[in-house]
């Protein structure tokens, strides 16, 4: 029973280059989170999708970054022209589909991001 | 603007002492709690969930919810220096239709030997 993945789980990208970060969820889960953490801080929410929508990318920074949960395959989350102030961990969860009781995250492993 | 509050410790109790990590939520359509543990450089880790008013006990771990008052607590017996962490409380304040989970800033927690 595979927990949540997530790869690479180190990247190091210059200035200017594009960053995908891939999550795989849960079996059975239909629903993705992404969070971003700063060092020594909070984890903050990015993007909620399930398969093919997007349901609330109200964390999402205007430019630069976007989201898929396309029908086959992992969640992509990918940010281009990275920065420096892009350095940080994110995490993706996943949850099954609502019910009451089940509407539990689990967490990956995270991706560290580093750009030079 | 629904908020999810934690004092940021850190909280330091003896090893053997009680730890009690509390949170207090905005929003009155709150649904569900959970608290997670995060080790530095590791990621979020659920420790307890809970739905009803009331304590809910698993092994060394209490939550306790108070929805009138907009509280959610967690109480760790008999604390161990592997307990030192930081603790998240989440809230999912979203319908049938969608979650919404709403984050705190955590609670850091040193338990001394």
């Known amino acids: 029973n595979a927990g949540v993945m997530q790869n690479p789980r180190h990247l190091v990208r210059r200035r200017g280059q594009e960053a995908r970060l891939r999550c795989s969820p849960m079996?059975?889960?239909?629903?993705v989170y992404w969070y971003r953490q700063l060092p020594e801080e909070g984890l903050k929410f990015m993007v909620y999708l399930q398969k093919e929508n997007i349901i609330d990318e109200s964390g999402m920074p205007k430019e630069r970054f976007s989201a898929e949960f396309p029908k086959e395959g992992p969640s992509i989350l990918r940010i281009q022209q990275v920065v420096r102030g892009d350095s940080a961990a994110y995490f993706c969860a996943s949850s099954p589909p609502w019910e009451p009781s089940t509407d539990t995250q689990y967490f990956g492993p995270g991706t560290r991001l580093t750009v030079l | 603007q629904k908020e999810v509050e934690q004092n940021s410790g850190p909280l330091s109790v003896p090893e053997g002492a009680i730890a009690s990590l509390n949170c207090t939520y905005s929003?009155?359509?709150?649904?569900?709690f959970f608290w997670y543990r995060q080790y530095s450089g590791k990621s979020p880790e659920l420790i307890m969930f809970?739905?009803?008013?009331g304590d809910k006990e698993d092994g060394r771990f209490t939550a306790q919810l108070n929805k009138a008052s907009q509280y959610v607590s967690l109480l760790i017996r008999d604390s161990q220096p592997s307990d030192s962490a930081t603790y998240l409380c989440?809230?999912?304040?979203?319908?049938?239709?969608?979650?919404?989970?709403?984050f705190g800033p955590g609670t850091r927690l040193s338990v001394l030997p």
């Open positions: 079996k059975g889960h239909s629903h």
């Open positions: 809970i739905y009803s008013n």
């Open positions: 989440a809230v999912n304040i979203g319908d049938n239709y969608g979650q919404n989970f709403v």
């Open positions: 929003d009155r359509g709150s649904q569900s």
